[in-house]
């Protein structure tokens, strides 16, 4: 992954919008969308009826394809992913199997948009790295920390200035 290529930049975004990417065959991606889709969206729903998930990643399957709606987008492949980024709120990585390092954080994070992830999701980050993470057990912690950001947009403009005084 070149992370050179994502820079943090203004650009208006989606106060409502929420963000999941991934390599969508990948049965640790699409266990986490239908995860997020079935057990946390629908709490975020409650608060926020004009809340999107978008989910954008290559080759969905068809379980995940079934998911779309008027408030879950299934986009596939696009081809700019840094724009997908920074037309969301928040980024999402509900990972419940799985392990390593992934680019789908430390993408959004380079590109100034926050993080919500389970702690399966940032175990193979460094500590200091784990601290900008907002980390969240259980569907309905998640779904709370998901409806902070999108009810305070001021967490997404002190994220990005956080990640300006680092440059």
């Given amino acids: 992954m070149n992370v050179q290529q994502f820079k943090p930049e203004r650009l ?3 106060i409502n919008r929420i963000i999941f990417t991934g390599n969508m065959p990948y ?11 079935k057990e946390i969206f629908p709490l975020v729903l409650m608060e926020i009826p004009d809340a999107k998930f978008y989910i954008v990643g290559q080759n969905p399957p068809m379980r995940v394809r079934s998911l779309a709606s008027q408030n ?15 037309k969301s709120t928040v980024n999402v990585a509900p990972m419940r199997f799985g392990a390593g390092t992934l680019n789908k954080i430390i993408e959004s994070l380079v590109l100034g948009v926050p993080v919500i992830a389970t702690p399966i999701a940032i175990e193979g980050f460094p500590s200091e ?6 980390v969240a057990s259980g569907s309905k912690e998640f779904a709370k920390q998901v409806i902070r950001f999108l009810q305070t947009p001021e967490l997404r403009q002190q994220f ?8």
């Fill in 12 to 14: 208006e975004y989606d």
């Fill in 27 to 37: 049965y640790a991606n699409y266990d986490a969308v239908i995860y997020f889709a």
């Fill in 72 to 86: 879950i987008i299934v986009t596939g492949f696009v081809q700019d992913i840094i724009t997908e980024y920074l």
């Fill in 129 to 134: 790295i784990k601290k900008i993470i907002n």
């Fill in 160 to 167: 990005m200035d956080l990640d300006k005084t680092k440059n």
